[in-house]
């Protein structure tokens, strides 16, 4: 029995993807919702996402005016995503703007080191500003080249898919720039701060 079971557990590590964070299942081509509040109804003609805080250009943006400026960049991402509650999606896409191009226009003052992302419902989550730089976040309006979905944040949500899905508001309408870490809605109720899927940063302790 014993050099079965040994044998077994060998076979299974082996056959584990190695896109896969520890604790983490593949979902295959589902993708489920997680949703604290209601699903809001976002006009996305009237909807804008507003960079504003500690930057030298607050600034706003209507989903034409994003669409325009991503224009022939097409900035998508394609990889994997992590939730808390063990899904994995791998190998999926999203489309919209780096948050890169945006914030290079709104400009980060020296002092800015954190960034709070805010939905239309008011759910908040925060992030250090070198986690949505350097090509590690997105603002998307297209998942698998199809318009977002409302469960899914649409019309525009954020992707940070290096950290646990908490980290990407959906129906994002400001991301504010501040000195100081801001913990937001999941982070006050028991969330680790950071959310590395690598280091199972699954819970404030973790
Ligand atoms: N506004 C808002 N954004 C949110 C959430 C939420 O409840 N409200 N849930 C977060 C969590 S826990 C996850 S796993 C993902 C889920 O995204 P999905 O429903 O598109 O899979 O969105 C994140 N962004
Ligand atoms: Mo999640």
């Avoid at 997105?138 to 525009?156: A, D, F, I, N």
């Avoid at 000195?179 to 690598?198: A, C, K, T």
Wanted: some cysteine; proline content about 7%; overall charge negative.
């Amino acid at each position: 029995m014993a050099i079965t079971r040994g044998f077994t557990g060998r076979r299974r590590q082996a056959e584990r993807d190695p896109r896969l964070p520890p604790g983490q299942y593949d979902v295959g081509r589902s993708w489920p919702v997680l949703t604290a509040e209601a699903t809001p109804r976002v006009d996305a003609e009237r909807w804008s996402l507003t960079i504003d805080g500690l930057v030298a250009h607050p600034t706003s943006w209507s989903l034409a005016e994003l669409k325009a400026l991503a224009g022939a960049a097409d900035d998508t991402y394609r990889g994997d995503i992590h939730c808390v509650t063990t899904w994995s999606k791998l190998d999926t896409s999203f489309t919209g703007i780096s948050l890169d191009t945006l914030l290079g226009i709104a400009q980060p003052l020296p002092e800015a080191t954190h960034v709070v992302e805010e939905s239309t419902t008011r759910y908040t989550t925060n992030l250090p500003l070198e986690d949505v730089t350097g090509g590690k976040a997105w603002v998307v309006w297209e998942h698998e080249g199809k318009p977002l979905s409302r469960e899914h944040g649409g019309p525009v949500r954020v992707v940070v898919p290096h950290l646990y899905f908490w980290k990407s508001a959906k129906w994002i309408s400001k991301i504010h720039l501040l000195d100081h870490d801001q913990p937001g809605f999941w982070e006050l109720n028991g969330y680790h701060d950071h959310g590395d899927p690598w280091l199972e940063q699954r819970f404030d302790g973790d």
